[in-house]
């Protein structure tokens, strides 16, 4: 069998050679190639990876024009990846090469994605622990197909996965999402999530967020049934006003009072519930936006031993 391993990189110079002193010796032993694909890097990150590469062929580069996204990375490197196996992972060292062995043993036996799961992530803060438990336990509420929780972009999928993942033309991939949604068996390997070994993580909660609203919108509808649903609740209020007005005001003998208090509540009310339904709505559209602009996924810079 040959392995591929696909690592995405952004700006990584102080990580690629701790990465590779571990990761090296650890697909020494299977016919392997390690994929770098940089999205765009402002420091030495290239020039790191073009030494190693002249020291070890096997050792590839694609460098984009800019940065196009992790995702989009993710995807150049399944596309240009010939092993039977790919492993994906990031470049901070949070994802242990160690247990690739594990991995590969799973795959052997079956399983065609193998998933890297959290056991413990104690490194990472309080807050993120929970947006990310409260975003995987919401998608997964939406979504007819579950995306298993704990688990990020470190994972071994067979070649077969490979095969399908690239032959989508989607502009904006959720991979987490595809590759549960894809069907083919599954497995997992259980690790402690790391420090990470040096630098800040790019992921940014405005980053999350965005993340978070691709993840929603590429699996599942339900946000705009979500939006006519709040539409009808809400014409249903404003009835029930009209009757309780008609009511009040010519059949029953209480006093009429007029005040902006309610009229200004309800106002915001429907207007804030507009505006929600309007984001929705714009959010599927834009996808649709960008789909059929049909721009290329990402523009190549260099490539290197590829």
Known sequence: MKLSIVIPVFNEENNIIPLLEKLVPVVSKYDYEIIFVNDGSRDQTVNVIKTSAKNNKRIKLLSFNRNFGHQIALVAGYEIASGDAIVSMDADLQDPPSVIPEMIKKWENGAKIIYGKRQKRDVDSIFKKRTAEFFYRFINSLSDSNIPENVGDFRLIDREVVGFLTSLSEHA?????????????????????????????????????????????????????????MGFLTASFGFLGILYAIIGKFLLPIPWVTGWTGLFVGVMFIGGVQLITIGIIGEY?????????????????ERINI
């Open 173 to 229: 991939p959720f991979l987490r999402g595809l590759v549960a949604w894809s069907g083919f068996p599954e497995d997992f390997v259980y690790f402690e999530r790391a420090k990470r070994n040096s630098g800040k993580t790019h992921y940014s909660v405005s980053k999350m967020l965005n993340f978070a609203l691709d993840g929603i919108t590429s699996f599942s509808i339900k946000p705009l049934r979500i939006a006519t649903y």
């Open 285 to 301: 559209i834009s996808k649709i936006y960008i789909e059929v602009l049909n721009r290329p996924h990402y523009l190549v810079k």
